[in-house]
């Protein structure tokens, strides 16, 4: 039997249970994602990184396509990795804020 | 179901349901294979294991024998002891932090991983055949080892000019990586000249004095240049910040390279007012690179600086502190000079070593091993299971007694070195073998979860 295609909700929660390696906050309250497009089992995710020269890149862009791969109804994962716009502070959550100790401001 | 991620973006596949306002694909860095990846971090985590072991050995060494520092510099004891902290601890951290940070600084790969794995190979055989012959004051054994060390460094500077080169960048960073490995190969290989120069005397210069620029050398031409680079790639990264004006970072670079090529052959000749106005170019190098420093730490968004960065950027203050030390040292007509006692070469070194390398280098180590161990025990992980942040491998107390008494030991040493007092030598030490020790149990708790029993249960 097959199973329902998950919608976008589901693919982002299922990413927002990866932490970013260097802060320990999910990679959805870092701004990470930028887009999530499902059409029938096929999930496209859009994601960035805090900074091009991030070492963790390939961990980061891999890990995202096991996490929606997991998703039951899912036949293909096509993870983008993308520079621009740039990402930055303003991407951030309140939760990632608060777990940074960032100011609302910043 | 296979998996379709890409380095970069690709147009549209399926009409999009987008969840988020689009964006548009941009510059994407290298991203390896899960081959690739899986090999990544071997070699640094290597280096990295090996310079934590002389960290040990190098300790050893110096609470064995704390009366050592009131020697003087040119004690065939302080050189072998110089030479384990130097080159076991520090350039074999800092080679190897160099394999991980120079690919991912430039968006490329290493461009040899073999010549990598030779150079540790060399790197591991040399340097205590090198120490073991400066203690014996063994020439012909130093110039055989010395010759194995020199052939690692020049397979590392070969690797990492290929990997700049194949990277096309020129900036800063990329300026800093090929200088810093073409200083430390020049400073491996002088070494080696003035070692057999020991033996056949073809020089007919101060050895001491000649000791002095090779020391230089490996200290302004490798350290101090790395930092100047390397530094505003991983402040920018761990803290959310960023460069706001590269100006300042590019004066210091080139102020202290113009500096060294003068005061390395100033130092070997005894040119007294060449060598302090030299002295004071390399400082404005420093003070230039530590105002880009401060500029970039203002712009960061994580307020909160974990240790390692904390012992990095104090180490930074106290390579200025002991900076103004040496061209202190370099006034003509200054006292200070090669007799054991009071303001000497030997304070100098060790505001330069403990006060000032150690802290940059063991802040480095506490934010990269970690985070190597990371990419090798969860990375593969990220995604199927639960797993943890880098930092969260290492006990941020025990980093904290760790480093914080590291620098607590440098007053007393100081203060011994100056007076000649055994009794506030072996408190310095004690103290700093207490660190070390914490230090290394620390690391000890990070390398521990490459076992896989412990990644299992993550």
Redesign the interface.
């Given at each position: 039997m097959n199973a329902i295609p998950p919608d976008a909700a589901a693919v982002w929660q299922a990413l927002a249970t990866i932490p970013d390696p260097e802060f320990g906050v999910s990679i959805v309250d870092l701004g990470l994602i930028y887009s999530v497009e499902c059409d029938a089992g096929r999930v496209r995710v859009a994601m960035t990184l805090t900074t091009p020269a991030c070492p963790s890149a390939g961990w980061m862009q891999q890990g995202a396509a096991n996490a929606v791969r997991q998703l039951p109804g899912v036949d293909a994962v096509q993870v983008d990795l993308v520079f621009e716009p740039r990402w930055n502070a303003k991407m951030l959550s309140v939760i990632a804020r608060e777990q940074l100790g960032i100011a609302a401001e910043a | 179901?296979?998996?379709?991620?890409?380095?970069?973006?690709?147009g549209?596949?399926?009409?999009?349901?987008?969840?988020?306002?689009?964006?548009?694909?941009?510059?994407?860095?290298v991203?390896?294979s899960?081959s690739?990846?899986a090999a990544?971090g071997r070699l640094p985590l290597a280096f990295m294991g090996l310079a934590l072991a002389w960290l040990g050995a190098a300790t050893v060494m110096l609470v064995a024998s704390p009366g050592v520092l009131a020697l003087s510099h040119g004690a065939p004891a302080v050189v072998a002891l110089a030479h384990a902290w130097v080159l076991g601890v520090f350039v074999t951290a800092a080679t190897g932090a160099v394999y991980?940070?120079a690919p991912?600084?430039l968006?490329t790969t290493l461009w040899s991983e073999r010549y990598g794995w030779w150079h540790f190979a060399l790197q591991a055989v040399s340097i205590p055949g090198m120490v073991w012959a400066f203690s014996r004051w063994d020439m012909a054994l130093l110039g055989h080892f010395g010759t194995a060390f020199a052939l690692g460094i020049g397979l590392f500077a070969t690797n990492t000019w290929k990997t700049v080169r194949r990277s096309g960048c020129r900036d800063a960073v990329a300026w800093s990586l090929i200088l810093s490995s073409g200083w430390l190969l020049l400073t491996v290989l002088v070494g080696l000249v003035f070692g057999a120069n020991r033996f056949w005397r073809f020089i007919p210069l101060d050895p001491l004095a000649l000791l002095r620029a090779h020391a230089h050398l490996g200290l302004i031409g490798f350290f101090l240049t790395l930092f100047q680079g390397v530094t505003f790639?991983l402040v920018?990264?761990?803290t959310?910040g960023d460069v706001p004006d590269w100006r300042p970072v590019r004066a210091g670079l080139w102020l202290s390279q113009l500096g060294l090529l003068g005061l390395a052959p100033a130092l070997a000749w005894r040119a007294e007012f060449a060598a302090a106005a030299s002295g004071a170019l390399v400082l404005a190098g420093i003070i230039a690179s530590s105002r880009a420093l401060h500029q970039t730490l203002a712009t960061r968004?994580?307020?909160?600086l974990d240790p390692g960065l904390r012992a990095f950027v104090s180490g930074s203050v106290m390579l200025l502190i002991a900076a103004l030390a040496g061209c202190a040292l370099l006034w003509p007509g200054s006292r200070g000079g090669s007799a054991p006692g009071g303001f000497n070469a030997m304070v100098y070194g060790v505001l330069v070593v403990m006060g000032g390398l150690l802290p940059v280098i063991a802040g480095m180590m506490c934010k990269i091993v970690p985070?190597l161990t990371?990419?090798r025990a969860?990375?593969?992980k990220?995604?199927?299971v639960?797993?943890?942040?880098?930092?969260?491998l290492s006990n941020p107390r025990l980093e904290s007694s760790a480093l914080g008494l590291q620098a607590l030991a440098v007053a007393p040493l100081v203060w011994g070195v100056w007076t000649r007092n055994s009794v506030w030598l072996g408190a310095g030490t004690w103290l700093l073998a207490t660190g070390v020790g914490l230090f290394l149990v620390n690391q000890w708790g990070v390398l521990r979860h490459l076992r896989p029993a412990s990644t299992a249960t993550s």
């Open positions: - | 179901m296979n998996a379709l991620s890409k380095p970069t973006a690709v549209s596949l399926f009409s999009p349901a987008r969840a988020k306002s689009p964006a548009a694909a941009g510059h994407a860095p991203i390896g899960s690739s990846l990544q991980q940070i991912v600084a968006g790639r920018p990264m761990f959310l968004k994580k307020r909160i985070f990371w990419m969860y990375g593969p990220v995604g199927r639960p797993t943890p942040a880098a930092g969260a």
